[in-house]
């Protein structure tokens, strides 16, 4: 029968090898190292992907919210001082604008109508009362 140290075994050296248990060792922490530096660019990618589909996931609820492309969104609500109305959208670039008097309300949906055809864009008007609740939609 052979020598029993030259029989290999789970967790032992074969004879002829010029491994030593101590460069097997730094392999093993070497593939480790090369292990969670792939886990760990995995996880980024993974975390890209999500950031990338909320992006994706928030554009879709505000499209579906009536703030579609192509289309400008004009809110007129009373004034909180109670003088008047504002006629309120993002395309505005110094605030809401303030209308006064009788027609108040009659102008400025006359207002945004004309700028959206200027801008040859459709217009979502909506008139809302005190308490953010929609009057009437143009």
């Not at 505005?92 to 200027?118: C, E, H, M, Q, T």
């Amino acid at each position: 029968m052979g020598d029993v140290s030259t029989i290999p075994e789970a967790g032992r050296q074969n004879p002829g090898s010029d491994k030593t248990p101590s460069s097997s060792a730094l392999q093993d922490s070497t593939q480790s190292d090369e292990l969670e530096g792939v886990m760990s660019l995995e996880t980024a990618l993974v975390r890209a992907l999500q950031c990338v589909g909320d992006m994706v996931t928030k554009r879709k609820e505000q499209n579906s919210l009536g703030r579609a492309t192509g289309c400008d969104v004009y809110e007129v609500r009373p004034r909180k001082s109670r003088d008047g109305i504002d006629l309120i959208s993002d395309q505005f670039r110094y605030g809401p604008i303030w209308y006064a008097g009788p027609d108040a309300v009659r102008n400025a949906v006359a207002y945004a109508k004309y700028r959206s055809l200027s801008r040859s864009q459709r217009a979502k008007i909506c008139e809302l009362d005190d308490f953010g609740a929609v009057i009437q939609t143009h």
